[in-house]
Structures are given as C-alpha cells and as structure tokens.
C-alpha cells in the first residue's frame, strides 16, 4: 500500500512539474490523450505482467503486435469484414503465444531466450510478409475503436478499465489466478501443492499473446494503417510499465493495477518530452535508464525484505 | 569421448543441401564470402560464450557495436585519424560492457534486463548523435584496411581468426577460463578459493563490450559508413549461434570450438539461402527456426547418448 501511494506520488510530481513547465499539459485534450496512449501501453503490458508474475518474461510483445497488426489489417481490407480482421489479429497473438508457452514448457528454455528468439523471428515474417508496404484506410466504424469518442471520453479507455477489471478479478479472486502468483513465488512449492505448472505456464503466455493481438486491433484503428515496424518501438515501454509498476521480476509479486500505474507513468514522461520539445530520438534512452533503474528497486526491495526474514 | 555436437551434423546437412539445390554455392570464393560474413558475428559469439557460460546474457552488443561504428564514422569524418578514432570506438564499448557488469554484478540486477536497458541506452545515444543519418565520407584509411589481404586472407578472416586463437588459448591455459566455468557452475567455490571472482564476472562484460567495438571496426569498413541501426538484432544472431553451438545457459557449460560451428552454421544457412534468392527478412526468421531445430536435435541426442555411454 504505502509502495502505491509512493507511485501515485511520483505520478503527481512528474504531472506538477509539467504544469508548470508547460502551457499545453493541464488541458482537457491532452489528458486525455495521455490517458488514450497509457491505455494502449497497458493493453500489451497486462499480458506481459502475468508472465512476469511466474519469474517469466515474453519479450516478443511489440513483435506480436506488428505481426498481428498487419495480418488483421491485410485480411480486413482483402474481405471487407471488421469482424474477419479483429478475428484474425485475436488468433495470431494468441497462436504466438501458444509457441512461446510450449518453447518454456516443452523445449525447457529460459523464457527471456525463447520470447527474444520469437521476436526477431516475427520481425522477420513481418517484413517479409509486408514486403516493404503499407496497408491504411479502414472503416471509420472500426477506426471508433482507437481514435474514437463515447460520452467524451476515448474509446480504448473503456477497454483498459474493462481489462483492468478483469484482470483483478482473475488474479485476485480466481483460483487460476492464485496459481499463477504461487509459480512465480516459488515453483517447487506450487509443483508440490499440485498445481499444474506447465498448463498455467501456457496459459500466461497464452494470455500475454492474445492482449497483444488484441493491442495490436487497437493500433491498427488508431493508426489507420499498419507497417511492418509499427510494433518495434513498443517492447521496451511494456517491460518499462510492468517494473515501475512494482512486479518483481523474480516472480510472485505485483498486479495489474501496479502496471497501469507504470503505463501512466511512463506516458506521463513521454508526453512531458514532446511537450518540451525533446528530440524524440532521446526517449529509447530515457526508457532504457528508467528500466534499470525500476528494476534496481526491485532487487533493492527484494534483499531488504530477504533480510528482515 | 567428445561428442560432435548435434548442430555438428545440421552444418554437414545445410551444406549437402545448398550443395545440390544451389548453383555456386560450393565454390572457394563463395567459401571465402561466407568467412567474410560470418566474421563479425564470430567477434560477437566468441564473448557472448563466455556471457552465457557465466549464466548471464548480453542484449546490448548489436547496439553497442552499433553506436561504437557510429562514434568511429563520426571521428573519422571530422579528420581524426584511425587509430585514434579506434581507440574511441573500442572505448565506448568497454564503457558500456563495464557498465553491463556493474548492473550484474554490482547492482544484481538479471542480465537480461540489465542489458536490455542499456540497450535502450546506446541505441538512443546512436540517434541522437546521428539525427539517424547514415555517416558517410569516413576517408580512405578504414577501407583500405578492410580491403588488405594480410597472409592472403581477407581482412576481416584474420582479424576473427586472431580473436579465436586469443580467446582458446586464455581460456585454455589460464585461470580465467576455469573462472568462468565457475562463476556460472559453483560461484561460492570460487570465492572461497580466494578468487575475486566479481572482479573477472565484470571483466567478462567488459570484454563483450570490447569485441563490439572491435567488430564496429569490421563492420564500418565493410560499409564504408557508420548507421546508427547497423547492427541492432546482430546479439540475437550471436546467442543464436552459442545456443546452437551447444553452449548451455546452465552451470557453465559451453566450448568456443562449439560456438565457431554455430557461426558457421548461421553463416552457411543465411548464405545459402540468399543463393537460394530467398529474402533476408525470412533469413531471421530461420536463424529461430535453426535454433529450435539445433534444441530439439541436442535434446533428443542427449539423453540417447547417455543411455549409449552407461551401457558401454
């Protein structure tokens, strides 16, 4: 509790500094923009926080989003249903996931070695399948869904209170939910309590690669268009939102609620540098040191709650 | 018995296969274009070994050699002369490998989020120092140095055949290969021994750092221009080929005649599918396939030849 009221003020202060700093930043518009793009953040790194949770990592992502992205783009412009296209991105994130859950589970590889494996291998499926085009000009229906308005307020904000309670919901109240907690906490334990470690495992990276075909229906309506290196700057930012959000990546703890924190916050930083002017080649920089340093706390936190035991 | 490592009988598989499916592949200077290629990566599978061996990872080679090309390009244009803009590039490596092992070893924080995040730094650095333009007008010296045949071999063959010589021999004959066994197998073992084994775990980044700016070196000289994203992914291409080449991410096992094969392995199939005029974004996506491939062969070879030895 007191590590959330912690963020929250930090969130405070960055806002403050830029209210002050600049004119643009306390209007209507633009916090709503902000929230629009935190949710887009939150979209792919909720499923990445579930796999966090079991001490796993899936750092294909971003990747699975670009891939997702212009198979659902392509399908829906060639047949000219939304639906067919949504249906497809939805499929190809989750079949991704799929493989990554059985590269874990099956073929025993350190999680972080087989997602890094999967995203390059869909970088390149990507480029090979776009060949260098650019897909844009979907139905304005389908556009609602990134860039679109209901009752003033942009419509992906919905789905990431949907997700955020739903989410909750599964963690906390479901016995899946504790499962997946107990993996990350300590896995022979969890093994030796019967929970079936490798079905869970499989469905965290089930889970994590349908949130990101499901982001990557987002992007697409938000966009308007699809290429193939619109998922490449995304990875970091997600991994960089579930760590400040306070999930450890030692597995076991942390929640969906920390990770919309860390989207929120990372957003906030993004916003504050545009709205400055800084060159937007900085940000992989200041998210690389932003990455380290969130994970420097959590070691921090990890050894002092060691030492008190 | 040493056993040929699965990948061992993948290699001789690829080359029969692009033998026979593709025209030119088998000729000497096609042999040659493939030890051309493969050097670079050699640079940056010969550290990434003893990376991985030590139980940890290093994602931020391919930016780091990346941004070091960049800092040698951009000194080169403005009249440095090569040594010296050497120098500067070798250095921001170890800066960065120095900093990788600080994260690691220092801080404890996992290495492959440590390096992730470093690099989100060097890639940005890249950019900003770039605008990301490509740096071109780097003069004469770099290329001619490239193009030189010392021994008659290319360049860039002798330069990876040197750092192989170098890395075996200290791994072999002095304590530091015997320390990075340990540092991933029995730490505790080490420094109960009295070795300042955080000293040689930094060291072992450092010296990942090193190579990428040596291999910048290569890599600018080959494009006879610097790119702030030459090389990015290039780490994936190295981890592939130590994975490949039998190197384990557990308890520090591992050889760099294995890793040689990996790199190979990944060289051979890259150059045989562009004779095969396959595109080169498939070509990624092979090189995780080739893994997988390579995993599953280990992982069924493995215990069959356990089996094989105990009966014996």
């Known amino acids: 509790m007191k590590r959330l009221v912690f963020r929250l003020a930090a969130i405070a202060t960055i806002g403050a500094a830029l209210s002050v700093t600049t004119e643009s930043f306390l209007t209507l518009t633009n916090l709503l923009n902000v929230l629009r793009q935190a949710s887009l953040t939150f979209l792919i790194a909720s499923g990445l926080t579930f796999t966090v949770l079991t001490a796993g990592l899936d750092l294909s992502v971003g990747a699975n989003v670009g891939l997702s992205a212009c198979l659902a783009g392509t399908v829906m412009q060639s047949t000219g249903s939304v639906a067919l296209g949504a249906a497809t991105g939805l499929v190809f994130g989750a079949g991704i996931g799929i493989l990554n859950g059985l590269m874990v589970t099956l073929l025993r590889l350190p ?154 916050t990372l957003t906030l930083v993004v916003n504050g540098m545009n709205l400055l002017a800084i060159d937007a080649s900085w940000q992989p920089l200041v998210t690389g040191v932003i990455v380290i340093l969130a994970v420097w706390i959590d070691v921090m936190t990890r050894r002092r709650a060691e030492a008190t035991i | ?214 291999a910048a070196l290569l890599l600018t000289g080959r494009m006879s221009s610097g790119h702030p994203t030459a090389a990015i992914g290039m780490e994936f291409d190295a981890i592939a080929a130590v994975i490949v080449g039998g190197t384990s991410f557990e308890r520090g096992k591992g050889s760099l005649g294995g890793t040689v094969i990996g790199v190979l392995t990944i060289g051979v199939l890259k150059n045989g599918l562009n004779v095969l005029e396959v595109p080169s974004s498939l070509q990624v996506a092979s090189i995780g396939v080739l893994t997988i491939v390579a995993l599953v062969i280990e992982s069924i070879l493995e215990p069959a030849a356990r089996r094989l030895w105990r009966s014996a």
């Not at chain 1, 982001?215 to 619109?230: H, K, Q």
């Open chain 2, 1 to 214: 018995m040493r056993s040929i490592p699965g990948i061992g009988y993948l290699l001789i598989a690829l080359v029969l296969v692009f033998t026979a499916f593709g025209s030119g592949f088998a000729t000497v200077t096609n042999g040659f274009n493939i030890g051309v290629q493969s050097s670079v990566l050699l640079l940056l599978a010969l550290p990434m070994t003893l990376v991985i061996m030590s139980e940890g990872l290093d994602l931020s080679m391919g930016a780091v050699l990346s941004l070091a090309g960049v800092v040698l390009a951009t000194l080169l244009m403005n009249g440095r002369s090569l040594p010296a803009a050497s120098v500067a590039a070798i250095a921001v490596g170890a800066l960065f490998g120095f900093a990788n092992g600080l994260l690691v070893v220092g801080l404890g924080i996992p290495p492959f989020v440590a390096t992730l995040g470093t690099l989100g730094i060097a890639q940005g650095l890249a950019l900003v120092i770039t605008g990301g333009q490509s740096v071109v007008g780097v003069g004469d010296a770099l290329p001619a140095l490239y193009e030189s045949r010392p021994l008659g071999l290319p360049f860039s063959i002798v330069i990876a055949l040197a750092a192989f010589l170098v890395f075996r021999f200290t791994f072999r004959h002095t304590p530091f290969g015997a320390y990075v066994s340990a540092i991933g197998g029995n730490r505790e073992s080490l420094v109960l021994a009295g070795v300042k084994a955080n000293r040689y775990h930094v060291g072992i980044y450092v010296l990942a750092g090193v190579m990428a700016g040596v």
């Open chain 1, 111 to 264: 999680p972080f070695i087989a997602t890094y494996g999967m995203l390059w291998t869909l970088n390149g499926v990507t480029y090979w399948f776009m060949g260098g085009d650019t897909i844009h000009g979907f139905p304005a229906g389908f556009r609602a869904l990134g860039s679109g308005y209901w009752l003033g307020v942009p419509v992906p904000i919905y789905l990431m209170a949907a997700l955020l309670f739903a989410g909750v919901v599964f963690t906390r109240y479901t016995t899946h939910g504790h499962e997946v907690f107990a993996i990350g906490a300590n896995r022979e334990a969890a093994r030796l309590s019967g929970v079936p470690i490798r079905a869970r495992l499989n469905l965290v990276y089930v889970l994590s690669g349908a949130m990101a075909g499901l982001a990557a229906i987002v992007y697409l309506a938000r966009l308007n268009s699809a290429e193939a290196d619109i998922g490449e700057p995304l990875t970091l930012p997600a991994i960089a939102a579930v760590l400040i959000g306070g999930t450890s990546l030692f597995g076991g703890v942390g929640s969906l609620l920390g990770t919309l924190i860390g989207a929120l």
